[in-house]
């Protein structure tokens, strides 16, 4: 998958505090604030010189995981289904990617259960295939409300199952790069999962990674278009040169961005971006109104600006 137009999240509050929230998070080593912001610069300046188009996100107070944005939602056409997070510290994330969404008119929506966004949610680089991650984080009942939500029957909607703990949500273990070929550790999935994937693209698509790639998260990786004569531009934490040599051969640039303090954390590159394209913003109507297609699902949920929170037909979130 191409990326063409993100959203990131500044780390002015990023930490590491809440132990073992995932299996990366052992705090055995504190996190190197000022490292970290470098490393999260670095990144954005490799992303801006690609050619894609990136939004900010105001950060928050306390939300200390708020700078892995892939967990704020997941975006298709012009819907935001925000994230409703199982991580109980990330809860709060929920009303500041909603707030984010309605005010660029998606049409906000929230799962009943735990969903945690595009971490848990990949689409093939063509937008025909969406990879749903359950197991750890993301409730498999959610998928059913995913696809009721998108409510496109020309969308091919998956349900992987994650087998590893370390490897807690589909983007730590689960890549599509450019065109037809994806990142995959098998060793993350269930065998029937991973049949799935070999299914559909084919085993001899899938670009297997190591145990020493996965665990510089290589499949944590974001693929971007360059400047250059190459598909794509693959940015990531480290590869292993045997990786690096594939990506060439596959005719693949690659940037190594060092993310060692979100590592920590267990994320990184791309985890700190969301995909937020958006198919149309609006049309008009035969007297040359604009209208915004957005909130015309009635399931859908409304931001109450005057009282700060979320309103629906089933649920009410505060900040
Ligand atoms: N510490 C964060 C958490 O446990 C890391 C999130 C990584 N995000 C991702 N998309 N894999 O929620």
Redesign the pocket.
């Known amino acids: 998958m191409i990326f063409k137009h993100i959203l990131m999240c500044r780390p002015k509050y990023f930490d590491?505090v809440?132990y073992k929230?995932?299996s990366h998070?052992l705090m055995e080593k504190n996190v190197n604030k000022k490292l970290a912001l470098h490393q999260w610069m670095s990144l954005r300046d490799n992303i801006e010189r690609c050619d894609v188009k990136v939004d900010f996100i105001k950060p928050k107070k306390d939300l200390v995981?708020m700078v892995?944005a892939?967990?704020g939602a997941l975006i298709y056409k012009n819907k935001a289904i925000v994230s409703k997070f199982n991580?109980d510290p990330?809860k709060p994330e929920t009303l500041q990617y909603f707030k984010f969404f309605d005010n660029k008119n998606y049409e906000t929506h929230i799962t009943s259960v735990d969903f945690?966004g595009?971490?848990d949610g990949l689409f093939s680089h063509d937008k025909k295939h969406l990879w749903l991650g359950h197991g750890f984080?993301t409730f498999k009942d959610s998928h059913l409300e995913v696809k009721s939500i998108l409510d496109d029957d020309k969308l091919n909607i998956h349900s992987l199952e994650l087998a590893n703990e370390l490897w807690?949500?589909l983007?730590?273990c689960f890549c599509p790069i450019g065109h037809n070929d994806v990142l995959v550790y098998d060793k993350a999935f269930t065998k029937e999962s991973l049949h799935k994937i070999y299914d559909v693209y084919g085993e001899h698509n899938c670009i297997l990674v190591s145990d020493e790639d996965a665990s510089n998260f290589a499949c944590?990786s974001i693929s971007l278009k360059n400047h250059e004569n190459s598909i794509a531009t693959i940015i990531g934490n480290r590869f292993t040169s045997d990786l690096r040599y594939k990506f060439f051969d596959l005719n693949y640039s690659v940037v190594e961005n060092d993310m060692s303090e979100f590592l920590l954390?267990?994320?990184s590159t791309?985890?700190c971006i969301l995909d937020i394209e958006k198919d149309f913003d609006y049309y008009e109507d035969l007297f040359g109104n604009k209208i915004f297609p957005n909130n015309e699902n009635k399931n859908n949920k409304y931001y109450n600006e005057d009282k700060d929170y979320i309103v629906g037909n089933d649920m009410l979130i505060h900040g």
Request: charged share 25%.
């Open positions: 590491v809440h929230l995932n998070m995981d892995f892939a967990n991580a990330r945690e595009a971490g984080r807690y949500h983007d730590t944590n954390s267990g994320g791309k985890c």
